[in-house]
């Protein structure tokens, strides 16, 4: 009797990770979908995870190579702080493990990786100082624990690589020296920010997006004045 319980909670538990996978594969496809329809993953570009469960770490993470612009709750995996995967098709991307190192050092719910226009400009226009400050707009405000448009946020900028391992030891060290900071640039390459949850991760996406837009257009039509004076 006692082992049927026991057995039927099992059983439970299962069922509800399962449902949990599910619907977090669904909510990031959609996001990613929308993503691309700003013009911010497009191709195959960018990467999306969320966690399943934290004890043992089980993440839902997007199959490596996948069209974003047709992305479906089919195309994601469900891997294991080791990179196993446990369950759904295809291989991880490579950048999983940026998505472990946010979500042991941040805590994070939920990471979304872009690869727009104006995150690939403005990391290469300020790797030189290792990273972009952000500061004196209302959107600022989107951010989570920030609610003033003077908070200077911070985006640090690290060298682009292929040496996962590398990047993710170094992505350790800026996250270290950097706590207050909601998202980070790979130089040539992309946006990096997380959230508690998928939608507040969704919601720094939309915001840093939003910022460094205006900074790239600023700082554009600053040299464009400059240039014709
Ligand atoms: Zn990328």
Request: charge should be neutral; hydrophobic fraction near 45%; charged fraction near 20%.
């Amino acid at each position: 009797m006692l082992q049927q319980r026991s057995s039927r909670r099992h059983f439970s538990a299962k069922h509800l990770a399962t449902n949990a996978f599910r619907e977090l594969a669904a909510g990031l496809a959609e996001a990613g979908r929308a993503f691309y329809a700003r013009g911010w993953v497009l191709g195959t570009s960018g990467n999306f995870s969320a966690i399943v469960a934290r004890e043992p770490l089980r993440l839902a993470i997007t199959s490596s190579g996948v069209d974003k612009g047709a992305l479906t709750a089919t195309q994601f995996l469900e891997i294991d702080e080791n990179l196993n995967i446990l369950g759904g098709s295809g291989a991880p991307s490579a950048e999983a493990l940026l998505h472990l190192a946010l979500v042991r050092a941040r805590g994070a719910g939920a990471v979304l990786h872009t690869h727009s226009v104006w995150s690939t400009i403005l990391s290469e226009s300020f790797a030189g100082q290792g990273g972009l400050a952000i500061s004196g707009y209302e959107m600022l405000k989107g951010l989570a624990s920030v609610a003033s448009h003077k908070h200077r946020e911070w985006l640090p900028i690290l060298e682009n690589s292929q040496d996962m391992p590398e990047l993710a030891r170094q992505l350790e060290a800026i996250l270290q020296r950097y706590p207050g900071s909601h998202g980070f640039l790979l130089r040539g390459h992309g946006l990096y920010t997380w959230g508690e949850n998928l939608s507040e991760a969704r919601r720094h996406v939309e915001i840093l997006e939003f910022l460094l837009e205006v900074v790239g257009r600023t700082c554009g039509s600053a040299r464009g004045h400059a240039a014709a004076v």
